[in-house]
């Protein structure tokens, strides 16, 4: 992709990146370009080494690459850190003012550019600005318009009042014209296009919470945890325009217990959290599903377990997301596949819920949540959005529900599993629920046809949705190929770039990106016509692909990686060659 | 609401297990009585029940209820009464399943203040897995798990609900059958947490505490000269360890509740059957 643009800013935590790094890519988006950027942090607020990667390009970019053309250093260790990514014409823009820089030199077919940033921060109002003095310097060197950087500093410093904007916008320029003086553009081989297209730019908890509001979610309860803490921000602050609210717990137990509480009054009610807070809620969750209340519990995975790496990538919880909790749980898990996903997914888990009276698990993982993508507007679609509350009783038909005695039946043991609902307030409707085994009335019993009944019922929701809903997977590449690879969550991106690496290589694959985890496809059709199944998932023991191999009784290929960072499209393209078994060079 | 509606209209037809003489039947005659004198009815009750003995409540109760698991009946009360403001929210449970399993969310459902009621049955023991000690039990009780006395101090939940800035801290007793309903009443009517400690004797696995001794030590605040508006008379009498009142150990009249704080007053059931109208605009702020 000749047009492509790799930049990143690195330094310490604390030093603003993240926000330097979301105003470059918010610029690059507002001048019409594609964006999809990435972070490197470790869990540490300040100190220790962070960068904000932010690749660009004409065309939609979906995952990061091994490849840097201009790289922010505020420290040696971001060189250090990158060596491997930077490459003939990389451009290294740093403070050579600046101590800890001093002795510093570009590696061999690099550029060396270095510009007073602290210095020139301070005359245009203060040296907490060095970061926008080498934005201004990179617009620069890519020969990017640098008015595309004033409205993003305007969206990100409007509220501090307009001469912090001006400060800023001035900071970029004496960044520009330092370069423009001191070297000549024509030396560095970078000219980004601009378009006049509109993109949005957001990350994968934007989009859940933007999903979750969409679909009628009027109260969250979640308790901080990185990487799903993004989902209960997002919200606070939006979702009260709505009537809505949400609540920091003060802990996980108690927010799904709250989520639960809301989600049995009537709400549409979600919690988010990451594995350690997933643990934590198993017990209520069996409750959700023995009292047939509908509600969505989001899990944003990272790296475990116990506390793991909890800025790192991972997809582990599969297992506990199958099969957690005590007893047996029927349950959906719906997982998302990009950052666009993650809004139509939640939207569909409150549709699943609620159709159902189950609990949904709505997954997400760390490389979805903290990437910001850009995407067109009309792909988050708000008139497709469709709200289907499943089999709620109003009071004019109350009475078709009620037994001899006047009494609703809340478990009535229906055909399809679904029973039908009142919510409280519902004149004649009153009942109770529990996590007890009951009967059709909510009470508690140890009936053993009664249990049996119940059992069945609850478990029929699940089959029952398996025939009248579908459980389809998205399909990439070449629907002929001998090579069939499967993934799940965030991998698609990385997989669908690899999949043009690879016909360069001229290997074709088929690849199936399934969002359905429970109930999901069945392969074993395309696993049969199939010479060789790969299966591509972040953690180390293929949890996809042990239920792959369950549910088609065929043994898979692995590619598994675990170090805590998400695929690259050249490196999954390279593990994907090398298990073939006329492994092929790929050129990148 | 009707205002025809009588405390009978709230037992369900199950019979209660609990065993003859248990605290809890008095207890849970109280809670309805409170709820029919306040004009609620059924169907716009909710009631919210924990584990244990006192957990079964919810059973014998007709409304809407959850018996949820051990120990986090106030999270759901909780969520309830923030998606549905319109319903009356009651919360009960046991000492074992308030005060230990549950503490932390005892303590957070003070200083939440959400409006609602929460009324623990308190024995002073753990019933319904047959006698160990409980976070309220005396530190010389001797059980199964505490054959020479659990030898520690027993929480005091009631200092506990003061500490955490409680709006309406009681005591009560669940065979003074007319000053428990009394008591559980001005709970309900109380703008905020209206909380309700009650000794409800099990009859069972506490020689102890006993109806008898209650009876006879028991000191109804009414008969003091007790300013339940008086912080600082409240703390007093409730660190006063050797004494058991009853009645309201302290109010705060000008409390504002969590709800009225953060304006939730729609019933968020009610949702249109698409995304809102304006929520493209939700899509232009990522512009
Ligand atoms: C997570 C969990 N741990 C333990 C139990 C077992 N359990 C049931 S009731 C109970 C104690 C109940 O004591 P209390 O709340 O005082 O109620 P009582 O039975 O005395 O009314 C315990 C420990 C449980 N149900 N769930
Ligand atoms: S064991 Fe105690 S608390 Fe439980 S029902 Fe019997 S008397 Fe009541």
Same mark, same amino acid.
């Given at each position: 992709?000749?047009?492509? $643009?790799?930049?990143?800013?690195?330094?310490?935590? !604390?030093?603003?990146?993240?926000?330097?790094?979301?105003?470059?890519?918010?610029?690059?988006?507002?001048?019409?370009?594609?964006?999809?950027?990435?972070?490197?942090?470790?869990?540490?607020?300040?100190?220790? =080494?962070?960068? =904000?990667?932010?690749?660009?390009? %004409?065309?939609?970019?979906?995952?990061?690459?091994?490849? +840097?053309?201009?790289?922010?250093?505020?420290?040696?260790?971001?060189?250090?850190?990158?060596?491997?990514?930077?490459?003939? !014409?990389?451009?290294?823009? =740093?403070?050579?003012?600046?101590?800890?820089?001093?002795?510093?030199?570009?590696?061999?077919?690099?550029?060396d550019l270095p510009v007073p940033l602290k210095s020139l921060a301070e005359d245009a109002g203060g040296a907490i600005m060095q970061n926008i003095v080498a934005l201004g310097a990179a617009c620069?060197?890519?020969?990017?318009?640098?008015?595309?950087?004033?409205?993003?500093?305007?969206?990100?410093?409007?509220?501090?009042?307009?001469?912090?904007? &001006?400060?800023?916008?001035?900071?970029?320029?004496?960044g520009e014209e330092h370069v423009q003086e001191e070297y000549d553009r024509d030396d560095f081989g970078y000219d980004v296009e601009t378009t006049d297209s509109d993109y949005v730019l957001l990350n994968g908890d934007e989009a859940i919470g933007m999903g979750a509001i969409a679909a009628g979610c009027r109260f969250y309860s979640g308790y901080p945890i990185t990487p799903a803490t993004d989902v209960m921000e997002y919200l606070k602050g939006k979702i009260e325009r709505y009537g809505g609210h949400v609540m920091q717990a003060?802990?996980? $137990?108690?927010?799904?217990?709250?989520?639960? !509480?809301?989600?049995?009054?009537?709400?549409?009610?979600?919690?988010?959290?990451?594995?350690?807070?997933?643990? +934590?809620?198993?017990?209520?969750?069996?409750?959700?599903?023995?009292?047939?209340?509908?509600?969505v519990i989001c899990d944003v995975m990272r790296s475990g377990p116990s506390t793991g790496m909890p800025t790192k990538q991972e997809q582990g919880d599969l297992d506990m997301l199958l099969y957690g909790g005590h007893g047996e749980i029927p349950r959906f898990v719906v997982s998302a596949t990009t950052v666009a996903e993650c809004f139509h997914k939640t939207v569909e888990a409150f549709n699943l819920a609620e159709k159902y009276q189950t609990p949904v698990y709505l997954v997400a993982d760390l490389a979805l949540s903290v990437t910001e993508q850009t995407y067109e507007? &009309?792909?988050?679609?708000?008139?497709?959005?469709?709200?289907?509350?499943?089999?709620?009783v109003e009071e004019s038909d109350i009475d078709t529900w009620l037994n001899d005695k006047d009494q609703f039946q809340p478990h009535f043991p229906a055909a399809d599993g679904v029973s039908p609902r009142t919510l409280p307030g519902t004149s004649g409707g009153a009942h109770m629920t529990t996590g007890l085994e009951?009967? #059709?009335? !909510?009470?508690? %019993?140890?009936?053993?046809?009664?249990?049996?009944?119940?059992?069945?019922?609850?478990?029929?929701?699940?089959?029952?949705?398996? #025939?009248? #809903?579908?459980?389809? =997977?998205? &399909?990439?590449?070449?629907?002929?190929?001998?090579?069939? /690879?499967?993934?799940?969550?965030?991998?698609?991106?990385?997989?669908?770039?690899?999949?043009?690496? +690879?016909?360069?290589?001229? /290997?074709?694959?088929?690849?199936?990106?399934v969002p359905y985890l429970f109930p999901r496809p069945d392969l074993s059709e395309e696993f049969e016509e199939a010479e060789e199944v790969i299966v591509v998932e972040c953690n180390a023991t293929g949890q996809f692909a042990d239920v792959l191999e369950h549910d088609t009784l065929t043994r898979v290929k692995r590619i598994n990686k675990y170090n805590g960072v998400q695929f690259k499209a050249d490196e999954l393209a390279e593990r994907i060659t090398e298990k073939l078994d006329t492994p092929q060079e790929v050129p990148t | 609401m009707s205002s025809d509606v009588r405390f009978t209209d709230f037992k369900s037809d199950k019979q209660p297990t609990w065993c003859p003489g248990c605290g809890d039947f008095?207890?849970?005659?109280?809670?309805?009585?409170?709820l029919a004198n306040t004009g609620n009815d059924p169907d716009n009750t909710f009631v919210v029940a924990g584990i244990g003995c006192s957990g079964k409540i919810g059973t014998y109760m007709h409304s809407y209820a959850l018996h949820g698991v051990h120990g986090r009946a106030l999270p759901v009360g909780i969520g309830v009464k923030s998606a549905n403001p319109d319903l009356e929210v009651m919360v009960s449970g046991g000492d074992g399943d308030g005060y230990s399993i549950g503490a932390g969310h005892f303590v957070h459902a003070v200083r939440r203040n959400m409006d609602m009621t929460y009324v623990v049955m308190d024995n002073r023991i753990y019933?319904?897995?047959?006698?160990?000690?409980?976070?309220?039990?005396?530190?010389?009780?001797?059980?199964?798990?505490s054959p020479d006395g659990p030898k520690q101090e027993p929480v005091n939940p009631k200092a506990l609900a003061m500490a955490a800035g409680g709006s309406f801290v009681a005591q009560s007793f669940s065979s003074d059958a007319q000053r428990h309903a009394e008591l559980v009443q001005q709970a309900i009517e109380h703008d905020g947490f209206g909380y309700v400690n009650v000794y409800s004797p099990c009859v069972t696995f506490n020689d102890v505490d006993t109806y008898d001794y209650f009876r006879d030590t028991i000191v109804d605040l009414d008969e003091t000269d007790h300013d339940s508006n008086d912080r600082d008379a409240a703390l007093e009498k409730i660190s006063d360890d050797d004494t058991e009142y009853m009645g309201v150990l302290y109010q705060d009249d000008e409390s504002v509740p969590y709800n009225e704080r953060h304006d939730l007053d729609s019933n968020m059931a009610d949702i249109p059957d698409g995304a809102p109208e304006d929520a493209t605009d939700l899509v232009r702020e990522f512009y």
């Open positions: 992709m000749p047009d492509d $643009l790799n930049w990143a800013i690195g330094g310490e935590a !604390g030093d603003g990146i993240n926000s330097t790094g979301k105003i470059f890519a918010q610029a690059l988006s507002r001048a019409g370009r594609h964006v999809f950027t990435s972070k490197d942090f470790a869990s540490r607020i300040r100190g220790g =080494y962070t960068a =904000y990667k932010v690749r660009s390009s %004409t065309a939609q970019v979906e995952s990061v690459v091994d490849r +840097l053309d201009i790289l922010i250093a505020l420290t040696q260790r971001t060189v250090e850190e990158n060596m491997d990514e930077l490459h003939e !014409g990389s451009i290294i823009i =740093y403070d050579g003012e600046r101590t800890m820089m001093e002795d510093f030199e570009a590696p061999e077919g690099m550029i620069e060197v890519a020969n990017f318009p640098i008015e595309n950087l004033d409205e993003a500093l305007e969206k990100r410093f409007g509220n501090k009042g307009q001469s912090i904007v &001006e400060n800023n916008k001035e900071a970029a320029r004496l003060e802990d996980e $137990l108690s927010a799904i217990n709250m989520a639960l !509480g809301a989600a049995r009054a009537g709400a549409r009610s979600m919690t988010a959290t990451s594995g350690p807070g997933i643990d +934590l809620m198993a017990e209520t969750f069996g409750l959700v599903a023995t009292s047939e209340t509908p509600l507007p &009309e792909e988050f679609d708000m008139d497709a959005v469709e709200v289907d509350r499943g089999k709620l009951h009967d #059709e009335l !909510g009470r508690r %019993t140890e009936d053993t046809d009664v249990r049996i009944e119940q059992v069945d019922k609850r478990n029929q929701k699940v089959r029952t949705a398996q #025939e009248e #809903e579908e459980w389809d =997977y998205r &399909e990439f590449g070449d629907e002929d190929a001998d090579t069939l /690879v499967v993934s799940w969550g965030s991998n698609e991106g990385a997989m669908r770039e690899a999949i043009g690496f +690879l016909e360069e290589a001229d /290997v074709s694959v088929r690849f199936l990106s | 008095g207890t849970m005659n109280g809670m309805m009585k409170a019933g319904l897995t047959k006698g160990q000690f409980s976070p309220t039990s005396r530190e010389d009780f001797e059980t199964a798990t």
